[in-house]
T-cell receptor
């Protein structure tokens, strides 16, 4: 069964600090991995998307990494801002039927 | 540019009442359309997806149904709501097969069944 596990479940950091969120998956065969940011009560917004051959992708202060061998991904946030407070969701899609498996998300709270 | 709309934004309905949530996409044609449900603090669960008018695939057995009467319109319905139907409902679209194209989400509908 395809699974996506994210850690930690929640995280509190001070404004200006860096943090790293983790995503482990068992989805196979792998097509792509996406990170989304979801503000409370809103729809998710895409941050990065990586295919098998990509191991790093950046979007401003967000940098995602992918290790397809160990089936792990991380999302690194640099110089956090209050507006980074949100849920971050890891989504992995397979190539069989293009089905996506969603992680439960990491809730990040950035405090002043 | 493409835009996705959902309405209503919030809805409070009694158990046993019917439900109709609507999703429309602008600025694209032949999109793949998806309905997801998100329970509090949990990940998104795919409910239905559609690759064309009248073509609906259901991912999980449930009290809900979906229809696609027009190319860019996707409707989620129920004849009789259950308490367990409460949640945050998200519509999404892609320009093609999900594993090649980005998924774009609507603003969501918060449904509370009382």
């Amino acid at each position: 069964k395809n699974q996506v596990e994210q850690s930690p479940q929640s995280l509190i950091i001070l404004e200006g600090k860096n943090c790293t969120l983790q995503c482990n998956y068992t989805v196979s065969p792998f097509s792509n991995l996406r990170w989304y940011k979801q503000d409370t009560g809103r729809g998710p917004v895409s941050l990065t998307i990586m295919t098998f051959s990509e191991n790093t992708k950046s979007n401003g202060r967000y940098t995602a990494t992918l290790d397809a061998d160990t089936k792990q991904s991380s999302l690194h946030i640099t110089a956090s801002q209050l507006s980074d407070s949100a849920s971050y969701i890891c989504v992995v899609t397979d190539t069989n039927a293009g089905k996506s498996t969603f992680g439960d998300g990491t809730t990040l709270t950035v405090k002043p | 540019s493409q835009t996705i709309h959902q309405w209503p934004a919030t809805l409070v309905q009694p158990v046993g009442s019917p439900l109709s949530l609507e999703c429309t996409v602008e600025g694209t044609s032949n999109p793949n359309l998806y309905w997801y449900r998100q329970a509090a603090g949990r990940g998104l669960q795919l409910l239905f997806y559609s690759v064309g008018i009248g073509q609906i695939s259901s991912e999980v057995p449930q009290n809900l149904s979906a229809s696609r009467p027009q190319d860019r319109q996707f409707i989620l319905s129920s004849k009789k709501l259950l308490l367990s139907d409460s949640g945050f409902y998200l519509c999404a679209w892609t320009g093609g097969r999900a594993f090649f194209y980005e998924q774009y989400f609507g603003p969501g509908t918060r449904l509370t069944v009382t």
